[in-house]
């Protein structure tokens, strides 16, 4: 069993940055890709970018390519996102997502371990 516990969340002025954090139990962590996704209110949750187990491999949504950057250290079992040049369209609700294999995915339903969520606030 894994469990994903994501922090970084806040209010951020439009223009500014943010690191999300996602820690993960277990040592297996090094062996499936992660993503994370966003929900803001209101809508449903979408992809925003994900990352290959390896970290060699990215893919972001054309809505935060450019701004955003995902990364990872397996050593210490953590997957970031890198939040730049927010926007009050970025609010949302953050969440870490684990898949159950290698390869990195934007479908969520390959997606089977999720952390609580994170609130980001970008105000204008």
């Known amino acids: 069993q894994v469990q994903l516990v994501e922090s970084g969340g806040g209010l951020v002025q439009a223009g500014g940055s943010l690191r999300l954090s996602c820690a993960a139990s277990?040592?297996?962590?090094?062996?499936?890709?992660m993503a994370w996704f966003r929900q803001a209110p209101g809508k449903e949750r979408e992809f925003v970018a994900t990352?290959?187990?390896?970290?060699?491999?990215?893919n972001y949504a054309d809505s935060v390519k450019g701004r955003f950057t995902i990364s990872r250290d397996n050593a210490k079992n953590t997957v970031y996102l890198q939040m730049n040049s927010l926007k009050p369209e970025d609010t949302a609700v953050y969440y870490c997502?684990?898949?159950?294999?290698?390869?990195?995915?934007?479908?969520?339903?390959?997606?089977?371990?999720w952390g609580q969520g994170t609130q980001v606030t970008v105000s204008s």
């Open positions: 990352i290959d187990s390896s970290g060699g491999s990215t």
């Open positions: 997502a684990g898949a159950a294999g290698a390869y990195f995915s934007r479908r969520e339903g390959l997606y089977i371990y």
């Open positions: 277990g040592r297996t962590f090094s062996r499936y890709a």
